[in-house]
């Protein structure tokens, strides 16, 4: 089945509005042309208006790093997913782990907000990994499991076709220490399987699967050559442009 790849720029709390700007002009400029991948930048809230204007003749499509799963209300500090669809976000990432370990988001939550997500015409980059820890005692692939079935449990087929999810082993997180391609590649097979069983065998076949984790231009070819990596979510290296099209272009040397 042929998936048409994904490159996901998280910028995290990284980025001014001007730096945003100037930022994604500067990778528009370098993306030039036909492109191959699909393309999504996450900046800071702060920063999706006025990306959404920049990027508005390009097939570059921008992203949230959160958000609520109600619409509007007493809620200090959340942004909802009616405000994401206003600025004309199309993505938004559910789940990150600095997000399950600093501000304790749980699955209970994070089904929310997929389903809002959802609801809303957004669609959810799903993060799922295990720690160092969980690793290391040989418990990723239960770990993933739960992970995937609390929050996806209950969405409907046609909801399934809609999803991105991710891999992201904290362990590989901004240190340089990506997974190796094999091992990506067997978590990403193994996460295939266990959405065959939540939706179906067509939803799992279509759905994309990204590797996240210290992606860099070095390590993307490889990464991107097995069966079930259909795309990456890069932190660190997207907040340069050069670097992120050189990530977005790994085929063209
Ligand atoms: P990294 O971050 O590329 O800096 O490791 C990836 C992520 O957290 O999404």
């Not at 709390?13 to 930022?23: A, D, G, L, W």
């Not at 990778?27 to 191959?36: F, W």
Request: charged share 25%; glycine share 8%.
């Amino acid at each position: 089945m042929q998936r048409r790849k994904l490159f996901v720029a998280n910028w995290k709390m990284n980025k001014t509005v001007s730096e945003s700007i100037r930022c994604a002009t500067e990778l528009k400029n370098l993306l030039s042309g036909k492109q191959e991948h699909e393309v999504v930048i996450c900046p800071p809230f702060t920063s999706l208006s006025a990306l959404e204007l920049v990027l508005q003749e390009v097939s570059v499509f921008t992203g949230a790093q959160n958000m609520h799963a109600l619409d509007s209300g007493a809620f200090t500090g959340e942004v909802s997913p009616r405000m994401l669809v206003d600025v004309g976000c199309d993505y938004v990432i559910l789940g990150h782990s600095e997000r399950r370990q600093m501000y304790a988001e749980n699955e209970e939550s994070l089904s929310k907000k997929i389903k809002a997500a959802l609801d809303h015409g957004l669609i959810p980059i799903y993060c799922v990994g295990e720690s160092d820890e969980q690793n290391q005692a040989g418990q990723s692939f239960d770990v993933i499991e739960q992970q995937l079935q609390n929050a996806l449990r209950g969405l409907s087929h046609a909801e399934g076709f809609r999803l991105v999810v991710a891999y992201e082993p904290i362990w590989a997180i901004g240190t340089g220490r990506s997974a190796s391609p094999d091992w990506a590649d067997k978590i990403h097979a193994f996460i295939r399987e266990k959405l065959a069983v939540i939706f179906t065998k067509d939803v799992a076949n279509s759905l994309r699967i990204l590797y996240g984790g210290s992606v860099n231009q070095d390590n993307i070819g490889l990464l991107m050559d097995q069966e079930n990596i259909d795309g990456a979510l890069v932190g660190g290296a997207s907040l340069d442009a050069k670097h992120f099209t050189s990530i977005v272009k790994y085929g063209d040397k």
